[in-house]
């Protein structure tokens, strides 16, 4: 499965205004990071590991707007920490549906339920949950017992309200096809979210535990199998074709880490969100200043072992706009 064709329209549109205008470099999708503070404290994540003065800043309406503006991406991803710790996430999310964004609102779900009526059903707007697998695999994933079930509960509670959910797998060395298998499986037949992404995780240089990512050929030998008979073809992922195929080995790519960028309190993370080479003030500030060629498997030893979203999917959408072939693929794989 692809990407939504609404969603698929609006960001071909965007494209070609891209192409007409000759414009080199350009965001996908913004990251927006308003807050870093987190109510919970994942073994593989380093975002809450600033310090105690930094946790406690809430990133103004204002400033978040005028940075979605500064960059002009048609999508946003709202992300953290945990954005419902924000106190006008709500607002900022009102805001950027009124300017024709597309929205996704990153959670672990333990504040869902608590905030939903805040927010209302939109079709350019999607809850955003994060499943790192069934049960006690979610909950050792996140260091807390029984996350996994107000998870889906919350879920279940958001499309029960009308509201478009996705959810955001992390895979991990400790994974195999077969759990892979059954938390898509879970999610895509039981619960039924609308869409699914899935990637290998990434390792932050602050992350408590650094023996649970994976290499890049674990990476490709465990999304081959669980990939493996035509499974692939009946999830309902929210990816391109291309980077399915990329993170099964079948296809290779250079990195685009200027097609997600990040906005923090800190400013435009320098080169992306997974590595913090400093940050910059504005939009065309990081453009123009950052060596944007030395990232990247091959490139920098730190990317080594990276197969994110953030670096490949730009790459692999954008590979796929200049293939009649895989264009067509894209649109008749739903």
Not at 104 to 117: D, E, F, I, P
Not at 215 to 244: I, P
Request: charged residues 25%.
């Amino acid at each position: 499965m692809a990407m939504p064709l609404h969603l698929t329209v609006k960001l071909g549109t965007y494209l070609m205004k891209q192409k007409l205008r000759r414009v080199e470099k350009f965001p996908l999708i913004m990251e927006l990071e308003p807050l870093f503070a987190c109510n919970l404290k994942c073994a593989g994540c380093g975002k809450i590991q600033h310090p105690a003065s930094m946790l406690k800043q809430r990133m103004p309406v204002e400033q978040a707007l005028a940075a979605v503006r500064e960059c002009g991406a048609p999508m946003v991803s709202i992300a953290g920490g945990e954005p419902l710790m924000h106190p006008q996430i709500d607002v900022i999310t009102a805001e950027l549906l009124k300017r024709k964004k597309f929205v996704v609102l990153c959670t672990n779900a333990l504040l869902m339920t608590k905030h939903m009526h805040k927010f209302k059903p939109n079709r350019n707007f999607a809850w955003m949950v994060h499943i790192d697998g069934l049960g006690d695999r979610h909950d050792e994933a996140v260091a807390k017992k029984g996350v996994f079930d107000q998870a889906v509960e919350a879920i279940r509670a958001a499309k029960q309200a009308g509201f478009a959910v996705y959810t955001n797998t992390t895979v991990f060395n400790t994974d195999s096809p077969q759990t892979v298998v059954e938390v898509l499986d879970y999610l895509n037949d039981e619960l039924k979210v609308d869409r699914m992404e899935i990637a290998p995780g990434y390792a932050y240089e602050n992350a408590p535990d650094q023996d649970r990512f994976l290499g890049v050929t674990q990476t490709r030998e465990l999304f081959s199998k669980a990939f493996a008979d035509g499974r692939r073809g009946r999830w309902r992922f929210n990816h391109s074709q291309l980077y399915l195929d990329f993170l099964e080995g079948k296809r290779e790519f250079a990195c685009t880490p200027w097609g997600i960028p990040s906005y923090s309190l800190l400013g435009w993370q320098r080169p992306c969100y997974l590595l913090a080479d400093g940050y910059a003030a504005t939009w065309q500030e990081l453009l123009d200043t950052t060596d944007w060629e030395s990232f990247g498997r091959g490139r920098d030893p730190r990317c080594d072992n990276c197969m994110a979203h953030c670096g490949y999917e730009p790459s692999a959408v954008l590979a796929t706009t200049q293939s009649l072939r895989e264009s067509l693929r894209a649109l008749t794989t739903r």
